[in-house]
Nanobody
Framework: QVQLVESGGGLVQAGGSLRLSCAASGRTVSISTMGWFRQAPGKDREFVAAIRRSDDNTYYTDSVKGRFTISRDNAKNTVYLRMNSLKPEDTAVYYC??????????????????WGQGTQVTVSS
C-alpha cells in the first residue's frame, strides 16, 4: 500500500510561484510513476505532469510547459511540482497520484492506483 500527502498550496498573485510537494510512504519501491493532476471548479480533473521512475522521463500538459517543473528526491520519497509564472487559469485543487503498473498513458487518471487528498492553489489577477 502507498499513501500520498500533498502540501505547499496557497494563495498567490498572477506571475508568482509556488512549490508543491508530495510525500509518499508505505511500499514506495513499488511505484512506477508519480504524477500531478488538477481540478478546477466546474471542470473535469486533468493531467498536469508526471515523472517515470524507470527512466526519469518527464511529461507535461501543453498549458504548463515552460512554466512548471516536476522533479523528485528518491531518498525522501518525495515528488515536487515547481510552478512559475502562475496564471488565474491555474487555479485548482492539485492532486498527487502514483501508479504501480507500468503504463504509457500517463495523462489518464484511470491508470493511477493511489491519490492524495489534494491541495488548493488559488491565483489572483
Amino acid at each position: 500500500q502507498v499513501q500520498l500527502v500533498e502540501s505547499g498550496g496557497g494563495l498567490v498573485q498572477a506571475g508568482g510561484s509556488l512549490r508543491l510537494s508530495c510525500a509518499a510512504s508505505g511500499r514506495t519501491v513499488s511505484i512506477s510513476t508519480m504524477g500531478w493532476f488538477r481540478q478546477a471548479p466546474g471542470k473535469d480533473r486533468e493531467f498536469v505532469a508526471a515523472i517515470r521512475r524507470s527512466d526519469d522521463n518527464t511529461y507535461y500538459t501543453d498549458s504548463v510547459k515552460g512554466r512548471f517543473t516536476i522533479s523528485r528526491d528518491n531518498a525522501k520519497n518525495t515528488v515536487y511540482l515547481r510552478m512559475n509564472s502562475l496564471k488565474p487559469e491555474d487555479t485548482a485543487v492539485y492532486y498527487c497520484a502514483a501508479t504501480i503498473r507500468y503504463s504509457g498513458n500517463l495523462w489518464s487518471g484511470y491508470v493511477y492506483d493511489y491519490w492524495g487528498q489534494g491541495t488548493q492553489v488559488t491565483v489572483s489577477s
